[in-house]
Every structure is written in C-alpha cells, then in structure tokens.
C-alpha cells in the first residue's frame, strides 16, 4: 500500500466517515463494472457494491489490508459476486461459454476476475474422468458440434451428450457450492 492510502485506512479506522466516502467516490463505478459483467443484473451489482462498502465501514476498527485497497475491494467483490452465483444457483451453462467474448471490453480487474475464474474451470475439468474431458474440451475449447466429436472419438452423439451433461454437474456442483472461492484460486495459483 502507499502512504496515501495507509492514511485513508487509518482515518478510515478512526471512524472518519469522509475517508469512507473518498473511497466509495473512487472505487464504486469500477467494482460495480467488474460485477456486472458476471452477473448482468444492475440492481444485485448495485446491491453487492453496497455491501462491500457496508462491510468495510462495520468492519474498519479490525480490517488488515495487506496489499492494496485496489486489490482488496475487488477481492471483496469478487467473493460476493461467487457468493451470489452460489446462493441463486446462478452458475449455469452460460457462465462457463463464450468466456472470452463477454470479457473481451472487461476492465484490468474484471480480466483478473475472468482468469480466476477460468483457472478454476479447468482444475474441475481437469478431475474428470479422461473421456469426459477429451469431450467437454473439443465442445468448448474447439467448438465441435456433437456430431463432430462423436465422430472424431468414434462414440454417438447420445455418449458425447452423456459426458458434457456429467461435464457441466461436475462444474455446477465444484463451483456452486464450494466452501471456499480461496481454496480455488489457492489451487489456481499453485497448481500448473
């Protein structure tokens, strides 16, 4: 963190309600940006936004930021917006495709959002049995019809279907329900 910012935090701890405001006028448009474009919900982002600010000002006698305010608001988000996924049951079929188009005009933060996120698609995928993976890969990473990868596998299109729906389960149940996103990124991070 930088001189300026271990300022506003100790303010911020000193129960100095304009260092609050200072941050919220620096950081709500962005975490709100990064958010939607997960989620597509303006009311939930704006909502989600507003509990991270809430959270910071009930939690400000005992925050330890140990790198940048940056990083850690959008760490807060991020795990609100994962929260959220779970809670809606919101993780479905959309959220893993067309990863790369939808984050195509994404901000840093959001960009860093999206490659956590597809590093954890692929620690799950990667537990899947071999064939179900070679499947669910040739689906999503070469766009393959059902046909064409029963074909190029040499099994029908009903097995292809069998595998990317277990493919799909896999991944609802590995990031719908996880009991730690950190876990994740832990593995994400260390695991190559």
Avoid at 21 to 35: M, Q, R
Avoid at 104 to 127: C, F, G, R, S
Avoid at 162 to 180: D, F, Q, T
Wanted: glycine content about 2%.
């Amino acid at each position: 963190m930088n001189i300026l910012e271990d300022d506003i935090i100790q303010r911020l701890k000193e129960d100095d309600k304009k260092a609050l405001t200072l941050i919220y006028n620096a950081y709500w448009k962005p975490l709100f940006l990064s958010s939607y474009n997960l989620l597509k919900n303006k009311e939930l982002c704006e909502e989600i936004i507003q509990d991270v600010f809430i959270d910071l000002w009930n939690n400000r006698e005992k925050i330890q930021i140990k790198i940048s305010l940056n990083s850690y608001l959008y760490a807060c988000t991020r795990y609100k917006v994962f929260a959220q996924f779970r809670k809606q049951k919101m993780i479905r079929v959309e959220l893993y495709e067309d990863l790369e188009k939808r984050f195509q005009y994404a901000t840093p933060e959001t960009k860093i959002m999206h490659k956590e996120l597809v590093d954890q698609i692929n620690i799950v995928v990667n537990t899947l049995p071999k064939k179900c993976q070679k499947v669910y890969k040739l689906s999503r990473n070469n766009q393959l019809s059902h046909k064409e990868i029963a074909e190029k596998l040499n099994i029908s299109t009903k097995t292809v279907e069998n595998h990317i729906g277990y493919a799909l389960k896999v991944l609802r149940g590995a990031l719908g329900s996880m009991l730690s996103i950190e876990l994740l990124v832990f593995l994400a991070e260390n695991i190559k």
